[in-house]
């Protein structure tokens, strides 16, 4: 099954999950993740949520790749798991902020596959989640910023923040604007990674 139809079909998974937004009024991301993720299926990978919410997107995710491991954050503990036994022992969920050392720590040693910042959206705290877990994105790797706010003004300060911190001489960094489909107005995403 391709991600979309896991997204589409699942507004009675996304509710047993727990997800109150149903993913067919949401962002218009899925084609994006099935084209970004598709090279992960069938492979183990590691993949980082900043950001989990109540957990039907990374119930979806999880589904779509049942052989990746998942790491998930969320400052709020309201996440709700009903997934599969064996898909749940590839699942990790941290009750924090993405910038609280002791999380860090636990992550340090890992080297992530997808890292997708959901998290609070404010630019701050993109541009430090960028800081703090772009050194632990592999070389093939691929560093997600979704629901980008006030689009028009806040990746011009991205870009810049890019440029400022010298990411332009290792990583690619490009952008995805959804607006135009559901006339949502953070239907935006930023792609950073490797050059290969």
Known sequence: MNLRKIFWSRSTVTDKYGQRE??????????AYELILEKYRGVPSNILEIGTNFGGGSACFCEYLPQSNFYSLDI???VKWDISPSLKQNFNFFHGSYDDPKI??????????VIID???HALKDQQKA???YLPLLSPNGIFIIEDIQTPDTTLN???SFYIQKGYRENYAMYHFDFRHIRGRGDDVMVIIQPHL
């Open 22 to 31: 149903n993913f067919g009024e949401g962002h218009s991301y899925g084609l």
């Open 76 to 78: 709020t503990d309201r």
């Open 104 to 113: 860090i720590d636990q992550l340090q040693d890992i080297t992530f596959d």
């Open 118 to 120: 959901d998290g609070s």
């Open 130 to 132: 960028i800081e703090l």
């Open 157 to 159: 300060q991205l870009y």
